[in-house]
């Protein structure tokens, strides 16, 4: 293959620009541009410390940013189920006016249309940072059949409860630490409505 000398000066001349436009971001924009396009870098980490320090919060004053489907990107998890994989949808949607949210999990592609884990729970914002979170019901579903879903959801008999601290909020960006000291860092995916989600429950 041969590639003629314009061909690469522009590269190089693209790669430089990108260079200097991302030093010249705030600390939040740069994690969401690494978040977007490398979602495995170890940058991150330091990225989210540095958006951290710049970030004020106060969710009680931020509920139209906390509402939405979030997709999860990056988590200092090891499990492959709380982590950004490219073979999967990872969401989390959060509807704090009805004080509900949803653990969304599917795998991309085929397999995603046939079936989805879905892990439901009650949310209460209790001060500037701190969601506390029930969970309510679990379960399996499936294809739509007859203007309904195929699967079931199970009721938690015994009461499961956590929280997640937010350390960054923007209408895009949400970083957050759970209760077990896990750190996630979260897109908001705004083609997604928050209301298909909820559907099987609604209905």
């Given at each position: ?82 982590n950004y ?42 001060d500037q ?60 995916r705004d ?13």
């Open positions: 293959m041969i590639v003629s000398g314009s061909s690469l000066d522009m590269s190089r001349c693209f790669s430089i620009n990108f260079r200097i436009n991302f030093l010249f971001m705030n600390n939040i924009s740069k994690l969401i541009k690494t978040l977007e396009e490398a979602p495995k870098s170890k940058n991150i980490i330091d990225l989210i410390k540095s958006a951290e320090n710049d970030s004020s919060i106060d969710i009680t004053s931020q509920l139209d940013n906390v509402k939405g489907v979030w997709e999860l990107r990056w988590s200092s998890s090891k499990s492959p189920f709380l994989s490219p073979f999967l949808d990872n969401f989390q949607i959060l509807e704090p006016e009805k004080c509900r949210g949803l653990n969304f999990l599917r795998p991309r592609g085929f397999l995603g249309k046939i079936f989805s884990t879905n892990i439901f729970f009650d949310l209460d914002i209790i940072k701190r969601i506390n979170v029930t969970f309510k019901r679990v379960g399996l579903t499936g294809p739509q059949l007859l203007g309904g879903n195929i699967g079931f959801l199970s009721e938690i008999k015994r009461t499961q409860k956590g929280w997640l601290d937010t350390t960054v909020l923007t209408n895009k960006l949400r970083v957050c630490r759970g209760y077990k000291g896990t750190t996630f860092a979260l897109l908001k083609e997604l409505l928050v209301a298909d989600f909820f559907k099987r429950i609604d209905n």
